[in-house]
C-alpha cells in the first residue's frame, strides 16, 4: 500500500511535465495546477501510512483520494480527452483503495461514506479547476452560419469582453502563432462576450467536438486541440 502511494505521489508530480496539455491536470488547469495538489496529497498519506501505519483516517484519505480522482478523470474523458498519466493514476488509487479497505482496521461503510462526500465535493468542483469546459451556451451564441459551417477547416473562435485588456495578449500569444503555423487550415475569428469577466476561445470542426478553453491556456495545449481535430475526420 504504501509503495502504491508513493507511485501515486511520483504520478501525480510527474503529471505537471509529463502532460502539459492535461485539461485536469496540466498548464490548463485554472488556478494552481491538480497534479501539484495531488503529488502533495499523496505525498503526505505515505508520509503518514509509513509512519503511523494504515490507521482509520489514513484509509480515510486514501477512499477519498480515489473518489476524487474517479470523478476528475472522468469529467476529463467526458470532455474527449484522454490522458494515460490520468488514467493510470486513477487505477492505481484504486487499487490502493480496495487493499485499504480489505484490512481488518477498515471500517468499510464510514469510508464509503468519506467517499461518497469526497466525490460530490469534487463533481461540484470539477468545472471550476478545469479550464476545458463543455461550450453549450457560448457554441449556441455564435452566428448559426459559423455553427453549421461543414468546411475543413478547424474554426478557433475568441469570445472577449471589449473592455477587456486580456484579448490582444491572446492574438499575439496564441492566435497569431497558430495562423502562421496552420495557415488556411485555420479559421480564426473574434466575437464580444458581453458581460464575460474572462475571455474564452472555442475550437471546433464540427458542431460535435467543440471544447472551450476558459482561461488563457498555454500555446500547446491549444495547438493540441487544433492538430487533433484536424487529424479526425468529422463525425
Not at 488556478?31 to 502533495?40: Q, R
Not at 478523470?73 to 493514476?89: D, K, M, R, S, Y
Not at 461503510?109 to 469534487?122: D, F, K, N
Not at 474554426?155 to 485588456?165: D, H, I, M, Y
Request: charged share 10%; with cysteine.
Amino acid at each position: 500500500m504504501i509503495v502504491l502511494l508513493a507511485i501515486l505521489a511520483l504520478l501525480a508530480l510527474g503529471s505537471v511535465w509529463i502532460s502539459p496539455g492535461c485539461e485536469s491536470c496540466g498548464g490548463a488547469a485554472r488556478g494552481p495546477a491538480i497534479g501539484w495538489i495531488g503529488a502533495i496529497y499523496y505525498a503526505a498519506l505515505t508520509a503518514l501510512a509509513s509512519i503511523i501505519g494504515p490507521r482509520r483516517f489514513v484509509i480515510d484519505g486514501i477512499v477519498a483520494a480515489f473518489a476524487g480522482h474517479a470523478v476528475l478523470t472522468g469529467h476529463l474523458l467526458a470532455q474527449g480527452e484522454f490522458c494515460w498519466t490520468c488514467v493510470i493514476a486513477m487505477l492505481l488509487a484504486g487499487a490502493t483503495a480496495v487493499i485499504s479497505l480489505a484490512l481488518p482496521q477498515a471500517g468499510s461503510m464510514r469510508h464509503l461514506a468519506i467517499g461518497a462526500v469526497a466525490a460530490l465535493a469534487c463533481q461540484a468542483a470539477a468545472p471550476a479547476l478545469s479550464a476545458l469546459t463543455h461550450p453549450v451556451a457560448s457554441f449556441r451564441g455564435l452566428p448559426a452560419s459559423l455553427r453549421n459551417d461543414t468546411a475543413p477547416q478547424v474554426k478557433v473562435v475568441l469570445l472577449a469582453s471589449p473592455e477587456g485588456t486580456e484579448a490582444s495578449t491572446i492574438r499575439e500569444s496564441l492566435l497569431l502563432p497558430l495562423q502562421a503555423e496552420f495557415g488556411n487550415r485555420v479559421v480564426v475569428r473574434e466575437f464580444q462576450g458581453n458581460g464575460r469577466s474572462a475571455p474564452s476561445i472555442l475550437v471546433f470542426r464540427a458542431c460535435n467536438d467543440v471544447v472551450e478553453f476558459r482561461s488563457i491556456p498555454p500555446y500547446s495545449s491549444l495547438r493540441g486541440r487544433v492538430l487533433s481535430r484536424l487529424e479526425t475526420p468529422p463525425k
